[in-house]
Structure formats: structure tokens, C-alpha cells
């Protein structure tokens, strides 16, 4: 579960002493003093911009390093923390998002269907839908951070590509 309370000057310290920490908040767009989740899922946009450039197989490439990256920085993060599952620790909501957005890839869509990929995944990662919640619950360290976030984006993005094929 995520823990709630802000970063003491000490935990910031031990979170952005390494590049793992640096990483697991996002490269600071977990640092945000409220709304984390929606800054991180706000800051993973622009590198979106580049990735979706890629291939798809590239695409997908990226996707599951960025998953292992962060399964690996989130556990680091947490350790240094001392909390499993700090909201200051967004990498998830980067990976998540993009896996949110991956129907734009394969789909034609005007511009704005990102601003509608975006909320869909802030719906399902704040809803918690089964078993998102039951895996943010049950889940710890770097893989329990970053799980719960996939799931949330996986949901996302069936629901937006339904809603792009229903409307072409």
C-alpha cells in the first residue's frame, strides 16, 4: 500500500543520493508535493513523445526494460526510504502510462486521445479495479510498486483502443 506521508529532508536525501532513487521518483516529477501519481503519469508523457516514434517491436522492448529499470530502482528507492511503496516513487505511473498509450501506436486518433489515455489510466490506477488493488495490497518492494501500475495501464489501454475502433 502507498504510504502517505511526505518525504522528511533525510529521505529525500537517501532518495535522490543514487540513480536508482532518481529513476523511482520519476526524475522528480514524484517529488511534487501533492498529486504525485498524476505528475509522474503528467512527466511520462514527454518522453512518450520520442518513444512512440519507435517500431513496435522496439516499443515493446522499451517498455520491458523500463519495467525491469524500475522494478529494480523502486526496490532500491524503497530500501533507502525505508517505506516499500512511497508515493514519491512514480517510475510505475511512467510505465503504466505508456503502456496506456500503446493503442495510439497501432490506431488512427487525432491528438487528443492522449489527454483521454492519460485519464483513463489515472481512472484505473486511483479505481483500482480487481485485481489492480489486490496486487497493490499484497505485492512488496520494487515489483509491487511497478505491477499494480501495469495492470492499471493494461486496463487503459483496452479500453482505449475500444473506444478508438468504435469510433473509426
Not at 2 to 22: C, I, N, V, Y
Not at 63 to 69: D, N, V
Not at 104 to 122: E, K, Q, S, Y
Not at 126 to 137: E, T
Request: hydrophobic share 55%; proline share 5%.
Amino acid at each position: 500500500m502507498t504510504e502517505s506521508k511526505k518525504l522528511t529532508r533525510d529521505q529525500r536525501r537517501r532518495l535522490l543520493a543514487s540513480p536508482a532513487g532518481w529513476l523511482a521518483c520519476g526524475l522528480g516529477s514524484g517529488l511534487a508535493p501533492v498529486a504525485q501519481g498524476t505528475f509522474g503519469s503528467l512527466a511520462a508523457i514527454l518522453p512518450w513523445l520520442v518513444l512512440r516514434r519507435l517500431e513496435l517491436p522496439l516499443y515493446v522492448l522499451a517498455l520491458a526494460l523500463a519495467f525491469a529499470l524500475g522494478v529494480w530502482a523502486c526496490n532500491v528507492a524503497g530500501r533507502a526510504l525505508g517505506v516499500d511503496d512511497h508515493r514519491s516513487l512514480v517510475w510505475d505511473e511512467f510505465v503504466g502510462q505508456w503502456l496506456a498509450l500503446l493503442p495510439l501506436l497501432l490506431l488512427p486518433a487525432p491528438w487528443w486521445m492522449i489527454a483521454v489515455g492519460f485519464g483513463l489510466f489515472r481512472l484505473f490506477d486511483v479505481w483500482k479495479p480487481w485485481p489492480i488493488g489486490w496486487l497493490d495490497g499484497h505485492m512488496k518492494g520494487g515489483l509491487g510498486v511497478m505491477i499494480d501500475d501495469v495492470v492499471a495501464g493494461i486496463y487503459a489501454a483496452v479500453v482505449l483502443a475500444m473506444a478508438l475502433t468504435l469510433t473509426h
